[in-house]
């Protein structure tokens, strides 16, 4: 039996207590400055709890901008998403600012119903948005690079090595 999911918008960080998603960074950002971050930042914030109501997974969406007005990267883009129509111009984005799945949930799912999720929000909420952002972590000991790419996420940025971060994007609409 699949596990059923339900979104609730997240304002009290103590109900990820005793959430661990496994990445350092993350846990402790969860657990020392979280509460912090949702009381000062105009965010979207939800969790996904399961049918006992225990988070097993949250993510935090803000609105943005990219600003495309490099004609390579529009032909890059246009490759990718040969039906796209891009011009050069800012186009208002959803970033995911932070998304974790608990450990004993990671590997079933949950991540890629958390971004199917954050889709159904970005198409309701934001109707001028035209993509979906992320800056993608990455380190030695772990990537979020393959999971976006997964979702369909493609890179805005060249992958550098020495870099934390790579720059993805989905669109909204193809």
């Known amino acids: 039996m699949a ?3 339900f979104r609730e918008i997240l304002t009290d960080a103590s109900i990820l207590s005793d959430f661990t998603c496994g ?8 657990h020392y400055n979280l509460q ?3 009381d000062s930042n105009s965010c979207l914030s939800y969790c996904l709890k399961d049918e006992n109501e225990k988070v097993v997974a949250f993510f935090i969406l803000q609105s943005d901008q990219i ?3 490099d004609e390579d990267t529009i032909d890059d883009m246009q490759l990718i998403h040969p039906n ?4 050069p111009i800012e186009y208002k984005t959803m970033e995911i600012e932070y998304l974790a799945v608990a450990i004993a949930h990671q590997r079933k799912g949950i991540g890629t119903e958390c ?6 929000i970005a198409k309701e909420q934001q109707r001028d948005t ?3 952002t992320v800056d993608a972590y990455k380190s030695r000991e772990y ?13 805005l940025d060249i992958v550098a090595p020495t870099k934390k971060i790579l720059p993805m994007y989905k669109p909204l609409y193809e």
């Open 67 to 69: 600003s495309i007005v």
């Open 3 to 5: 596990l059923q999911l």
């Open 84 to 87: 796209l129509s891009i011009t």
């Open 130 to 132: 035209f993509f979906l």
């Open 23 to 30: 990445l350092q960074v993350m846990d402790d950002f969860i």
């Open 143 to 155: 990537s979020a690079v393959p999971f976006y790419r997964k979702c369909g996420f493609d890179a």
């Open 36 to 38: 912090f971050f949702l």
């Open 115 to 120: 971004i199917r999720q954050i889709l159904d």
